[in-house]
Nanobody, 124 residues
Framework: QVQLLESGGGLVQAGGSLRLSCAAS????????IDWFRQAPGKEREFLAA????????YYAASVKGRFTISRDNAKNTVYLQMNSLKPEDTAVYYC?????????????????WGKGTLVTVSS
């Protein structure tokens, strides 16, 4: 009932910035919180950040707090992930996901809907 589409990935030099977008369609009136995850080759999917429908509450993984910022524009049904001071170890496929239930949820198994991901490559 909810479709998610990530965009904004690409190649960036270490120290640079990217802004990822997650466009939601379908039953967005359910007001699902949205999470960002990433998965590097050979690694498990890693939680990054979560935001409520209102944008009034956010939750970050310690690994990205201070560098990444999650926000949303409900008029556009879009959630953003601003990524600054990027490092080569940030290279991964980045996914957005929607979760029902108590906020925050930070486990992939708790997500109800997933986008297909967008690749971010940070060169050294």
């Amino acid at each position: 009932q909810v479709q998610l589409l990530e965009s904004g990935g690409g190649l960036v030099q270490a120290g640079g910035s990217l802004r990822l977008s997650c466009a939601a369609s379908g039953r967005t009136d359910s007001n699902y919180p949205i999470d960002w995850f990433r998965q590097a080759p050979g690694k498990e999917r890693e939680f990054l950040a979560a935001i409520t429908w209102s944008g009034g509450s956010t939750y970050y993984a310690a690994s990205v707090k201070g560098r990444f910022t999650i926000s949303r524009d409900n008029a556009k049904n879009t959630v953003y992930l601003q990524m600054n001071s990027l490092k080569p170890e940030d290279t991964a496929v980045y996914y957005c996901a929607a979760a029902r239930g108590r906020f925050p949820q930070a486990q992939p198994r708790d997500m109800d809907y997933w986008g297909k991901g967008t690749l971010v490559t940070v060169s050294s």
